[in-house]
Structures are given as C-alpha cells and as structure tokens.
C-alpha cells in the first residue's frame, strides 16, 4: 500500500457505536492485551475517553474498509498534554488491515490535521508491552520522552510509555 489515502471520518457514540464494537471485536488481540475489558465496554469506553483538563471534545475518528466496514478507529485531542499540543490516544487497525501502509498513511493524516490545528507537537502514549506498537511509532519519526508507571487499564496494569514528534516544519517537507 505504498500510496494509501485516508479520511478521517469522524464518529458519533450512537450512530457508530456498532461498528467501532466490530472494530474491537476484530482486534481482540490488542484488547485482550491493553485492557481485558469486553468489546462492549471498550467501544463505550472509546466514546467516553477524554484527556484531563482539556476543554475540546476530542475528535474520534474511524477509517473505512472493506465492505463498509471500519479498518481503524483513533481518538485524537487538542490542547493535551499542553496548549499547542495535540495527542492521538489510541490508533487501532484490525489485524488485516496491519502491515500494509494504512497506519502510516493515517498517522500522516493526523500529522497534517495537528499541524492545521497549529499543534507544535504530537504525542502518543505506548504500553511497555506492545513492543510492536513501540516500534511502529519509532519508525514514523517519534522519540520517547517520558516512561511512567505502571498504571490500571481496564483489567490490567503498563508501564506507559511516552513518544513525541515535532510538527515544526512538517507541513512545508510535504510534497
């Protein structure tokens, strides 16, 4: 998927709550590792997340797939940790749709709609046990500037692992 567009469709509590529940359904894996929770509990609980202390609704966005379906949903806020920041809370693919250029091609759509935003930074937060997810991160430029922990998630406790990336400049290096 060298040349993958994205839109970040943004989602509603009531009207998308079903297919975000599919989503995590699909992505048992990173359920079964992040939080223990349900596949129900968790689609509420990605409606009803919101960074501390930050006024805006943060945007929750899903991407669609094949037949109508979502291939990823995020959570995306502003102005968290600090004004001008922008801290995508959760980027998650169904394990199809992993590998193939999609996460990277949605993590540059957020880095576009940060920077609109006028975010100097994005921020991501990372389970010490999603090595994988580390990695990913890595490779799309961020650097960890924070380790903290271990805190409850859901049924589960992580190390937390910050990662940062500079926006200054990004959006005059594209193409």
């Not at 995590?24 to 596949?39: K, Q, V």
């Not at 650097?143 to 589960?156: I, K, W």
């Amino acid at each position: 998927m060298a040349d993958t567009t994205v839109v970040l469709a943004p989602l509603h509590p009531v009207v998308d709550l079903d297919a975000v529940m599919a989503v995590y359904r699909r992505a048992a894996d990173y359920l079964a590792l992040e939080s223990g929770l349900t596949p129900d509990a968790a689609a509420r609980a990605f409606f009803d997340d919101r960074p501390p202390a930050s006024a805006e609704e943060p945007l929750k966005f899903g991407v669609g797939g094949e037949a109508g379906s979502l291939a990823a949903i995020g959570d995306l806020a502003f102005g968290y940790p600090e004004p001008g920041d922008a801290y995508l809370g959760l980027l998650l693919l169904v394990p199809e749709a992993r590998g193939r250029g999609l996460g990277r091609a949605i993590v540059g759509e957020v880095q576009k709609l940060a920077g609109a935003r006028g975010a100097s930074r994005l921020l991501v937060g990372v389970l010490d046990a999603n090595e994988r997810a580390r990695i990913f991160w890595e490779r799309q430029g961020f650097r960890l500037t924070r380790t903290s922990g271990p805190h409850d998630f859901g049924h589960r406790r992580h190390v937390f692992h910050r990662l940062e990336l500079s926006l200054a400049g990004a959006l005059g290096t594209c193409a």
